[in-house]
């Protein structure tokens, strides 16, 4: 394996994998997003002995007191079950960053910890994902706990997903507590409406 930058090309072709739990903060259109707000954006990723990207991200470099702060939000993207290839990653990063003015690096991996219900109580027989918590810990990352509250410099600790296979929209909203109920027929009352745009239509929203 090798730990090496990446082209815009062979990034995207990468992320864009079915077979991975990509984020959209770490598709190719986010370069576009970060450079506009002044930073600098940087592809890591490791490839395997074949030359096949096996694990990648998407750094922003921040300007900080003539060094900088890389940030991979909801990166990297890889397979975090292997963990000798997050292992990889973390060390050979590590490396990369020591040699690159490098501050300090802040990370929100996009990856499963553990599926619990809306009371925060574990609803799967899996035990919680710590190994890979543990794995950044030995590399000498902090990791800030499973915080609930906003907070504008970091990612979300917990996220919403529901299960809509043999759903309908009738009996979704039935599954839901008083208050879900009560806020929805608020917004039909107020004359709140959806619409799913076209990708050439987004221009609309920017607007």
Not at 22 to 48: C, M, P, W
Not at 136 to 153: E, I, N, P
Request: charged share 25%; hydrophobic share 35%.
């Amino acid at each position: 394996m090798k730990f090496t930058e990446l082209t815009v090309e062979e990034y995207d072709q990468f992320v864009q994998s079915p077979a991975l739990e990509s984020h959209y903060f770490q598709v190719k259109e986010n370069i576009a997003t970060r450079e506009a707000d002044g930073f600098q954006v940087v592809l890591l990723g490791v490839k395997d002995e074949n030359n096949h990207i096996i694990a990648a991200s998407l750094f922003s470099k921040i300007p900080t007191m003539g060094s900088y702060v890389y940030y991979s939000n909801r990166g990297p993207v890889m397979d975090y079950n292997d963990l000798g290839l997050v292992d990889y990653y973390l060390k050979e990063l590590t490396t990369y960053l020591h040699k690159n003015k490098c501050l300090y690096v802040k990370m929100d991996p996009y990856w499963l910890y553990n599926v619990y219900d809306k009371d925060i109580n574990p609803i799967t027989n899996q035990m919680p994902n710590d190994q890979v918590v543990q794995l950044f810990k030995s590399h000498g990352y902090k990791h800030h706990g499973f915080t609930t509250q906003y907070d504008a410099s970091s990612q979300v600790r917990w996220m919403g997903v529901l299960d809509l296979k043999d759903e309908t929209p009738q009996s979704i909203k039935k599954a839901f507590d008083s208050q879900r109920k009560r806020n929805i027929n608020k917004a039909q009352n107020f004359g709140v409406k959806i619409k799913f745009l076209n990708y050439d239509e987004i221009d609309q929203f920017l607007e």
